[in-house]
């Protein structure tokens, strides 16, 4: 079965603080995501990254940035929280089959940003 | 501009009783539809993927249809149990290689 992990399960951070939530995937997928998800406003795409080194803006990228140097390893980078970014963290892959392909997720983190 | 919605956002049934859920979409244009399992506190798990071109996918006492030309796909629960309380979400994956997702319908199953 396809692991996608998550480094933090519940992360509480202070305001201004810099943020690196980690996400490491086994199953060699070219697709590697991060979403937001908020009571009431649903899942939301941060950005997206195709493969090595690429990263796409999603809907909602203002305040983020990702990295990813590995196939397997996909970061999101907080620059400076802010108390609006307070809210649930999921990290997804899939296979260059796009469209085709399951979506596998993470079990998500839960960010605080006080 | 591709919108998906479900209804209801919450149900509540009892033990035993089969049930459908709902997911509509406003474009026809899509590659599939995905139904996933979300449970409180926790990440997505992927229950079902149909194709466009096809119509329905079974995995054990659930059922997935699709009706592109009506925009519409149903999930069937079959004889429900509490363990299926949870939060359901559908998404499609659009002409724009975009996933677009409903706000999910909470089903809370009553012993």
């Known amino acids: 079965d396809v692991k996608v992990t998550q480094s933090s399960r519940y992360l509480v951070k202070r305001t201004g603080e810099k943020v690196f939530l980690e996400c490491v995937q086994d199953m060699d997928h070219e697709n590697m995501f991060w979403y937001r998800q908020d009571p009431g406003l649903g899942l939301r795409l941060i950005y997206f990254?195709?493969?090595?080194?690429?990263?796409e803006k999603g809907d909602i990228p203002e305040g983020y940035s990702v990295s990813r140097e590995k196939k397997e390893r996909f970061s999101l980078i907080l620059e400076s929280a802010s108390t609006n970014q307070t809210s649930m963290y999921l990290c997804?892959?899939?296979?260059?089959?796009?469209?085709?392909?399951?979506?596998?997720f993470g079990s998500g983190t839960q960010l605080s940003v006080l | 501009k591709q919108e998906v919605t479900q209804i209801p956002a919450a149900l509540s049934v009892p033990e035993g009783e089969n049930l459908v859920l709902n997911c509509s979409f406003t474009d026809s244009a899509i590659y599939n539809l995905q139904w996933f399992r979300q449970d409180p506190g926790k990440g997505l798990t992927s229950l079902l993927l149909?194709?466009?071109s096809q119509r329905e996918q079974t995995s054990g006492r659930l059922n997935a249809s699709l009706d592109k030309s009506s925009g519409r796909s149903t999930l069937y629960i079959a004889a429900s149990q509490p363990g299926d309380s949870a939060t359901y979400l559908c998404a499609v994956f659009d002409s724009n290689y975009q996933l677009i997702w409903g706000a999910g319908t909470k089903l809370i199953i009553k012993p």
């Open positions: 149909i194709q466009s």
């Open positions: 990254s195709y493969d090595v080194k690429m990263k």
């Open positions: 997804a892959s899939s296979s260059v089959q796009g469209a085709r392909e399951k979506l596998f």
